[in-house]
């Protein structure tokens, strides 16, 4: 981990309903090159409406977010040009059902960062086997289980080669079953280096590969620190309720 | 009084037919003067020709410019709460006029708006099949937009999401991720907006397009009798929409088996 800043993000606001709901009330937070970041909170409490912010899913109705030192809520920036530098991965995965696994992992990086065909398959083929998928290369993503299916969908934004990547609750929707896998491959990106932020409620994940972690409630960060102090000794009373309920 | 069908009939007529009951002798005579007589089996078969390439060119027509309404209006309809300027405004205009299209179009009758491009728009043109396909493809444009459309909602919005969030533009991911999923989704609706369109091509003959109907009908009148003529035009038109029907399950099949 450096001490160079890749994502700043200050005073993001989100209003739904014309301001009648406040998904984010003033968040700032920025992300090192390198670092792990966990946010953790409990539902509704805007942590998935930052992690989309990051990358303009979602966008902030106030605030700045400067992703490698450029405004990236600044109107005239090509926000596509920036979103091939961060990957995402969904909690519904959404492969794209109508191309092979393949497919999926070759589409952006040939129209997008015009590599050769065979090019991108051979780097699909070197991730695949990473994640142990290599021979699913070429099956539809019905035919996947939910853990095969989120491995892929994190491959798929590797093989862009991005910056940073961004996990929205990637092991929610999955069987318990299948959680270990996808989490497996997770700390083995982290171990690389990958700057990670996270969106999860696997406290274990945080507390054994977190750099640090963030606490939000309401729309707001309550408390963010290392996780050995969150998880024994945190300072406000919001996180302790919440660590008490899903410890 | 009888048409003059009646003095080649018996020079032509086999043996077998001639000599035998006088009931098989009527129908001889009457297949006779419907299909054989003066060479009116190429009427229906020119019709057929007619038909086919009306239906295709419509066709054409009707899916270009369906797939570029339903984008429109869908573009607008997710888009314009977050769009700002100009490129707002191109939008709205066009979403507006898309929708005075599918309006106007879906609100009257097909017949109308075909004698109104003949006869009125299209004067000067004698071109039948251009000016028919035109019409025919304006008409079912309208239909297959607001199909299409309906197939681009049923995607899942993580689908869009996906495909921005790895770089890709809303035009690219329109084009290379919602589309195809959206044409498959709605193959069997529009394959029976196509059979639909090739059964509507049925009243061209009313600016003179001769088509099957219009065969039917004139050699119907020639002969002075409908039932085998009208019969003919309905079966050509049956095994057609049959045909069609067993290709498009065939090809809906495969596209499912691509993802089993």
Known sequence: MSDEYIIQATGLQKHFDGGGIKALDGVTASIRKGEVVVVIGPSGSGKSTFLRCLNLLEVPTAGQILFEGVDITDKKTDINLHRQKMGMVFQHFNLFPHMTILKNMTLAPVKLLKKSPSEAEKQAMTLLERVGLADRAGAYPSQLSGGQKQRIAIVRALCMNPQVMLFDEPTSALDPEMVGEVLEVMKSLAKQGMTMVVVTHEMGFAREMADRVIFMAEGKIVEEDIPEAIFSAPKQQRTKDFLAKVL | ?260
């Open chain 2, 1 to 260: 009084m009888r048409p003059s069908a009646s003095q080649n009939w018996l020079l032509d007529a086999p043996d077998w037919i001639q000599n035998g009951p006088q009931w098989l002798n009527d129908i001889g005579y009457d297949i006779y003067k419907s299909f054989i007589f003066d060479n009116r089996y190429q009427m229906y078969l020119k019709g057929l020709g007619n038909t086919l390439l009306l239906t295709f060119l419509a066709l054409l027509i009707g899916v270009l410019l369906g797939v570029v309404v339903s984008l429109i209006r869908v573009s607008w309809d997710k888009n314009h709460t977050e769009m700002h300027g100009p490129g707002k405004m191109a939008l709205g205009f066009l979403n507006g006029v898309a929708r005075v299209y599918l309006t106007v179009i879906r609100g009257t009758p097909m017949v109308v708006q075909l004698m109104i491009m003949y006869f009125v728009v299209f004067a000067t043109s004698r071109n039948k099949i251009m000016v028919g396909a035109l019409s025919f493809g304006i008409n079912s444009g309208a239909y297959v937009a607001e199909i299409i459309r309906g197939g681009i909602m049923s995607i899942d919005q993580g689908q869009m999401e996906a495909g921005r969030s790895l770089g890709f533009g809303y035009v690219s991911t329109m084009r290379y991720i919602i589309l195809p999923q959206a044409f498959k989704a709605t193959l069997p609706t529009l394959a029976n907006e196509f059979i639909v369109l090739l059964k509507e091509t049925a009243v061209a003959g009313y600016v003179g397009l001769a088509d099957i109907t219009y065969a039917g009908n004139i050699i119907g009148g020639n002969c002075y009798d409908y039932l085998f003529p009208l019969l003919m035009s309905a079966l050509i038109y049956l095994v057609l929409v049959m045909f069609f029907t067993f290709l498009v399950g065939r090809l809906e099949r495969r596209l499912r088996n691509s993802e089993r």
